[in-house]
Structures are given as structure tokens and as C-alpha cells.
């Protein structure tokens, strides 16, 4: 689309409308003036044939016809007409060849209301004339005619003024047009578009720039969202890179050792196992990793996801995690108060709902003291599915709780390394939580231990 040009646009109907006013306002002017000028002309006539009715009135009928034309009127016409219309006498004509004046309007207006005006183009002397008539005394008339400018003929003496005036007010309009157009135009072109809302602007285009503000503030966020993400990302990278080198450096150690011959025979078993248990940490490292790219690519719990017990989760993760358990000694009380398991429903990937439940009991029996105890709950209130994990270790001290759930975050370095932790099991909690619509926390558990709290939507229907 071809773009239109407000200044032009702006500058052309200013200038046009400006000059049409002047045209507008110069033919009214003219109008009245042509109007003044009659009646000026009309007044002076009529005057001066009054003054010519009250001399003729003083004379006798016959002297009359002398005394006019020794008047000296010698820049009007004038006519005097007998009481029968023939005309006694003409400045102008020879009255024996005129004819009878009595229709003439301005001598029937006279001889009707004793004085009155016409004008019109003489038939005798074929001129535009005023006259002015007035009756004597004894029924004749006096009249003087004067030439009178045409209205055309007045526009044209007019025309050279009107000319000057024109040219004038061409350039006073396009000056003050341009001057206008500037004025108005400047709000749009002072627009900072960076800060859109500083400064002046019209009213009207405040929704235009709540939009500019809008989109840049919108723009300036998501630029730094993407600025944040990358450094996140490339922190983590270079986190897993750093995690993957310990095992690798301790494997290709030992392994060297055994090549090299330099581990007796009765030492390799024990050697092979300790090159297992990294490789074992490698394995779940690169695992948790792999999980967490999924959830960061998103889309790993679709809206249309199957129901899931959530007790029949925490039966099977128990089941995994019970050499664990036995090992430590630790006393279990999974689903002691567990809900029906109509009460444990959620909608989601069941594989995740199970890492997650791993994950947090995996911990629990990792961080509690040798003995202690550990113990799942799970309630439904309202429209929302709670999982708890208690245990009775050392707890997450206040300022950690928000922390723990950062990737690679560690309370406690060796204590985690030493039990095979990655660092990555809580991150993976809260995005698979927050996956299902979910949050989680931790809380001091009544055992003065951890106490982790998953809340779901349950599902519904
Ligand atoms: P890790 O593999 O190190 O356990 P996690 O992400 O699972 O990584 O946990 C992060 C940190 O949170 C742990 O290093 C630990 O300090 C703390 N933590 C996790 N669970 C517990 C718990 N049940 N009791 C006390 N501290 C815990």
C-alpha cells in the first residue's frame, strides 16, 4: 500500500481551504461594496435633483426649458418632462425625437410618490444610467441620469486590487500553512521511541503509544528472559561438564593402575567395584540430565494425560527403594494415613509422577540418620492432591529451602557425592511438579527433619 503523507496532506487542505475562504470573502466584499457604491451614487443623485426640483419650482413654466440648459449639470443628463410626458428638454438628445416619457418608471414613481430612482440602460442614449426624478409643482418632472458602472464593469476596476490582494494572500496562506503544518506535525516526529510516554503528544495518540510502550517493555523482557535462559543453560552445561569429569578422571585412573599391572590380584575386585560405583554416578548424572532436557523442551504432560494413583506410585517406588531402606535400618511408614486411592488421583505422565516420587524418597533415606524414620502421606482437599515426605534428618536449614531446588545446588558436598547424589534430583521435582500444574516446598517435618509437600490439581470427574 502505498503510504500517505499526513504533512502534504495536512499542507494542501490547509492552503486549499485557506485560499477558498479568501476567494469566498473577496467576491462578498466585492458584493457589497458594488452595493455601497449605488446607493452612495443614488443619494448624490437624488440630492442634486432635489436641488435642481426647488430652483425649477421657483421659475415659470415657460422659462424653464432655458434656465436648464444653462444649468450647469454638465456631468449629468437632464430631462424635463411635461405633465403629459413629452419631453420639454434633454441635455443629451434633442427632445423632438424622444419619445413619450410617461412610462418610464422612474417619472411614473415620481409623479406617484414625488420623487424616485430607477436604473437601467437608457434606450436613448444606450447606457447603463441611474436616475433620480422628482415632480415640480405643476406636474412636470425633473430628472438627471448619471453613468453608472456595470457590475462586471466594476469587478474589472476591481481586478488589479483584487490581483495584489490575491498574490498576498497566497503567500500569507502558504507560509502559514507550512508554519501549521510543522507545529502539528512535530508531537509525531518528537515521539522517542524508546520512551514513548516522556514528553509531550496528543491526546489521541496516547492508545499508539501505550502500544509502543507496551511492545518495548514486552521486547526489553523477553530479552532478557532469553539473556537469563542462555546464561542458565550454559552455566548447567558447564556444571555437567565439571559433574562428568570426577567419575571419569577416578575410572581412567584405576583403570590405568590395572592395565599397568600395578593392582594385585586381590585388589582387583575391590578396585573393579569402586570403577562400577562412579560409572554408576556417571549413569544417573547423564540420566537426570536427559530428564531435565525433556521437561525443559516442554510438552512431556499433554492436556488430555491419563489418570494416575498416586498411591499406587509410592507402592511401586517403594518397592524399588527397599534395599535401601534395609540397609539404613530405617523404619517406613509409607501411606500410613493414605487416602483411597480415588483421593490419589492426578493427571499426567506417570513416568515423571514416578521419578518425582523417587526422587524425594530417595533422598529421605539417603539424609536420614542410620534408623531414623521416613513416612509418605498423602490427602486430597478441595481440588488439590497433597504428597508429603517426612523424614527425620538433619532438615533443610531456612535460608536452603528456596535454594535446594536449584540445579546442582548441595547443602551439604560430600554428604551428597557420598550417597551417589547428582544434584539434580530436586530440580527435577519441582519441574516435573510444576509440569502437572503442581509446586513444591519444604517445611520442617514433625520429626524436626525435611518435610517435603508436592501439591497437584487432582484430577476431576
Ligand atoms: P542431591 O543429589 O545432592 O541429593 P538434590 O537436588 O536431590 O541433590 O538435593 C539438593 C540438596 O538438598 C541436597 O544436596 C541436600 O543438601 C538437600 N536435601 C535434599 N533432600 C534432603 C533431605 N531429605 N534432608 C535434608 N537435606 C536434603
Known amino acids: 500500500m502505498p503510504r500517505k503523507n499526513l504533512s502534504r496532506r495536512l499542507f494542501l487542505e490547509l492552503f486549499f481551504f485557506a485560499v477558498g475562504a479568501a476567494l469566498v470573502i473577496a467576491a462578498l466584499i466585492t458584493a457589497v461594496s458594488y452595493q455601497t457604491y449605488e446607493k452612495d451614487m443614488t443619494d448624490s443623485l437624488l440630492s442634486r435633483v432635489e436641488a435642481v426640483a426647488s430652483a425649477l419650482n421657483q421659475v415659470d413654466a415657460d422659462y424653464r426649458v432655458r434656465d436648464l440648459s444653462t444649468l450647469a449639470v454638465n456631468d449629468v443628463r437632464c430631462t424635463l418632462v411635461g405633465g403629459d410626458g413629452t419631453v420639454l428638454y434633454d441635455s443629451e438628445a434633442d427632445p423632438s425625437t424622444m419619445e413619450n416619457h410617461n412610462g418610464r418608471p422612474e417619472i411614473e414613481g415620481a409623479r406617484a410618490n414625488g420623487e424616485s430612482t430607477s436604473s437601467r440602460t437608457s434606450s436613448t442614449v444606450g447606457e447603463d444610467l441611474m436616475f433620480a426624478a422628482v415632480a415640480l409643482d405643476d406636474g412636470q418632472v425633473v430628472r438627471l441620469g448619471e453613468e453608472k458602472r456595470s457590475f462586471p464593469a466594476f469587478v474589472g476596476s476591481m481586478l488589479p486590487a483584487m490581483a495584489v490582494g490575491t498574490i498576498a494572500e497566497l503567500v500569507v496562506a502558504y507560509l502559514i500553512a507550512r508554519l501549521l503544518v510543522r507545529r502539528i506535525v512535530k508531537p509525531f516526529d518528537a515521539i522517542d521511541l524508546q520512551h514513548p510516554s516522556v514528553g509531550s503528544y496528543y491526546e489521541e495518540m496516547q492508545p499508539l503509544v501505550d502500544r509502543i510502550d507496551e511492545q518495548r517493555r514486552q521486547l526489553v523482557k523477553s530479552n532478557e528472559e532469553l539473556r537469563r535462559a542462555a546464561n542458565l543453560r550454559r552455566e548447567f552445561t558447564g556444571n555437567v561438564s565439571h559433574e562428568m569429569k570426577t567419575p571419569l578422571q577416578v575410572i581412567g585412573g584405576y583403570a590405568e593402575l590395572m592395565e599397568n599391572g600395578m593392582v594385585p590380584p586381590s585388589d582387583v575386585k575391590h578396585f573393579a567395584g569402586l570403577i562400577l560405583t562412579e560409572s554408576r554416578a556417571m549413569r544417573s548424572l547423564v540420566d537426570d540430565v536427559l530428564t531435565l532436557s525433556h521437561l525443559d523442551e516442554g510438552n512431556m504432560v499433554g492436556d488430555d494425560a491419563p489418570l494416575v494413583d498416586l498411591s499406587q506410585?509410592?507402592?511401586?517406588?517403594?518397592?524399588?527403594?527397599?534395599?535401601?531402606?534395609?540397609?539404613?535400618?530405617?523404619?517406613?511408614?509409607?501411606?500410613?494415613?493414605?487416602?483411597?486411592?480415588?483421593?490419589?488421583?492426578?493427571?499426567g505422565n506417570e513416568a515423571l509422577l514416578e521419578q518425582l516420587v523417587y526422587n524425594l524418597l530417595d533422598n529421605?533415606?539417603?539424609?536420614?540418620?542410620?534408623?531414623?524414620r521416613v513416612r509418605v502421606r498423602i490427602a486430597r482437599t478441595g481440588d488439590t492432591v497433597t504428597l508429603a515426605v517426612d523424614d527425620d534428618g538433619p532438615g533443610?536449614?531456612?535460608?536452603?529451602?528456596e535454594r535446594i531446588f536449584e540445579r546442582f545446588f548441595r547443602v551439604d558436598e560430600s554428604r551428597s557425592r557420598e550417597t551417589g547424589g547428582t544434584g539434580l534430583g530436586l530440580a527435577i521435582v519441582k519441574h516435573a511438579a510444576e509440569a502437572h500444574g503442581g509446586t513444591v516446598h519444604v517445611e520442617e517435618s514433625e520429626w524436626g527433619g525435611a518435610s517435603f509437600v508436592v501439591e497437584l490439581p487432582a484430577a476431576v470427574g
Open 313 to 347: 506410585v509410592v507402592i511401586r517406588v517403594s518397592v524399588r527403594l527397599r534395599p535401601k531402606f534395609e540397609e539404613k535400618h530405617l523404619s517406613t511408614q509409607l501411606l500410613e494415613e493414605s487416602a483411597h486411592s480415588e483421593e490419589a488421583l492426578v493427571r
Open 364 to 372: 529421605a533415606a539417603r539424609y536420614s540418620v542410620d534408623g531414623g
Open 396 to 401: 533443610v536449614e531456612e535460608e536452603y529451602r
